[in-house]
């Protein structure tokens, strides 16, 4: 059924048909009541609205420090452990040097 046929139906029927065709009934009273009633929610948020911007710096700043650091920590653990790693297989290579010219 088309919205023709429908508007035709109810105004035989005499049945108040809903204003669709997308513009509002202005009505200022549901506004004003809206606007006068604030929630203690909304109110106790807007007394840290001010903070919001300065504690989300810090916060982003403290996290990419720690990341920073947490980078750079890893970085030179794994150089340390590489050394390690590289002073003991040369010394493993040094004794295995040493006792092929042994067996010769």
């Avoid at 065709?21 to 009541?33: D, H, K, N, W, Y």
């Avoid at 106790?44 to 650091?69: E, M, N």
């Avoid at 452990?81 to 590289?86: A, D, P, Q, R, Y």
């Amino acid at each position: 059924m088309s919205l023709r046929q429908i508007t035709r139906l109810t105004s035989r029927l005499s049945i108040p048909v809903p204003n669709v065709s997308g513009t509002r009934a202005l009505s200022s009273t549901a506004s004003r009541l809206n606007a006068e009633k604030k929630s203690a929610y909304r109110e106790g948020l807007s007394a840290y609205g001010a903070f919001a911007r300065p504690f989300g710096k810090v916060f982003l700043g403290a996290v990419l420090t720690y990341q920073i650091i947490y980078w750079t920590w890893v970085k030179l653990e794994t150089d340390e452990t590489k050394l390690e790693k590289n002073e003991q297989v040369s010394a493993l290579e040094k004794k295995a040097r040493e006792l092929a010219a042994a067996q010769k």
